[in-house]
């Protein structure tokens, strides 16, 4: 957890500091998200219970700002912030992960007012944590169903973008992109939902949710220059 969060204040002071010798970056992104079977595992005080679910696709959205070096064009550094969600029989997931990037591209047809190149594919990889996890889950019984919600450090994991932007000017580029991402999610239960369920003293209400999620989204975005 430490670690990831001095990796995302190493991010916010190196972009503080790049505008003198970098290219920045700003990108608004929307597209779809489609999710592995996942098994889930929900635990009271006297019992587990565990299902496999399919999910719907559903959609994804976020924004992603950094910066490209521009003695190494190539190499690029930055930060995204998503939206993510997952929907299943009676099972529903959202997360909102804050992901420190390293980034690498390949600047293709470069032109002296276009030094980037008009055509760049990269790749990029970064730790992830989510600022809010819910979860919700019902199989039944022995054990009645989960409601809860997570603070930082409820769901951890990475982001793998993949992709290739189209600069259509100096300031503006278009690009499409593939993007895996994988969360070990672990959340307890919310107390105001036992509450209002008068679950409170219940043995069997579920305390505990834990599942892997891996998604799998198609993003297109704008990519502003500066």
Same mark, same amino acid.
């Given at each position: 957890?430490?670690?990831?969060?001095?990796?995302?204040?190493?991010?916010?002071?190196?972009?503080?500091?790049?505008?003198?010798?970098?290219?920045?970056?700003?990108?608004?992104?929307?597209?779809?998200?489609?999710?592995?079977?996942?098994?889930?595992?929900?635990?009271?005080?006297?019992?587990?219970?565990?299902?496999?679910?399919?999910?719907?696709?559903?959609?994804?959205?976020?924004?992603?700002?950094?910066?490209?070096?521009?003695?190494? =064009?190539?190499? !690029? +550094?930055? @930060?995204?912030? *998503?939206?993510?969600? &997952?929907? /299943?029989?009676?099972?529903?997931?959202?997360?909102?992960?804050?992901?420190?990037?390293?980034?690498?591209?390949?600047?293709?047809?470069?032109?002296?007012?276009?030094?980037?190149?008009?055509?760049?594919?990269?790749?990029?990889?970064?730790?992830?944590?989510?600022?809010?996890?819910?979860?919700?889950?019902?199989?039944?019984? =022995?054990?009645? !169903? +989960?409601? @809860?919600?997570? *603070?930082?450090?409820? &769901?951890? /994991?990475?982001?793998?973008?993949?992709?290739?932007?189209?600069?259509?000017?100096?300031?503006?580029?278009?690009?499409?992109?593939?993007?895996?991402?994988?969360?070990?999610?672990?959340?307890?239960?919310?107390?105001?939902?036992?509450?209002?369920?008068?679950?409170?003293?219940?043995?069997?209400?579920?305390?505990?949710?834990?599942?892997?999620?891996?998604?799998?989204?198609?993003?297109?975005?704008?990519?502003?220059?500066?």
């Amino acid at each position: 957890m430490r670690k990831i969060l001095a990796s995302v204040i190493l991010t916010v002071v190196l972009l503080s500091a790049a505008q003198a010798f970098a290219e920045g970056y700003f990108d608004v992104y929307a597209g779809g998200s489609f999710l592995d079977t996942a098994k889930i595992t929900l635990s009271s005080n006297v019992a587990n219970t565990s299902g496999e679910v399919k999910f719907k696709s559903d959609a994804t959205y976020g924004v992603r700002g950094g910066y490209w070096l521009r003695k190494l =064009p190539w190499l !690029g +550094f930055g @930060g995204d912030l *998503s939206s993510l969600h &997952a929907r /299943g029989n009676k099972t529903k997931f959202d997360i909102i992960p804050i992901t420190p990037m390293a980034m690498f591209r390949l600047p293709l047809f470069v032109e002296p007012e276009m030094p980037q190149g008009i055509l760049q594919p990269y790749i990029g990889i970064g730790p992830s944590v989510s600022l809010y996890t819910y979860a919700q889950a019902d199989f039944g019984q =022995p054990i009645s !169903g +989960f409601s @809860g919600t997570g *603070s930082l450090g409820s &769901a951890v /994991g990475f982001q793998l973008p993949v992709g290739f932007a189209v600069q259509l000017s100096k300031r503006v580029a278009l690009f499409s992109e593939y993007r895996y991402a994988f969360y070990k999610v672990d959340v307890d239960q919310d107390y105001v939902s036992q509450i209002i369920g008068s679950t409170w003293n219940s043995d069997n209400v579920a305390r505990n949710l834990k599942t892997n999620l891996s998604m799998h989204n198609v993003l297109m975005g704008m990519s502003f220059r500066f």
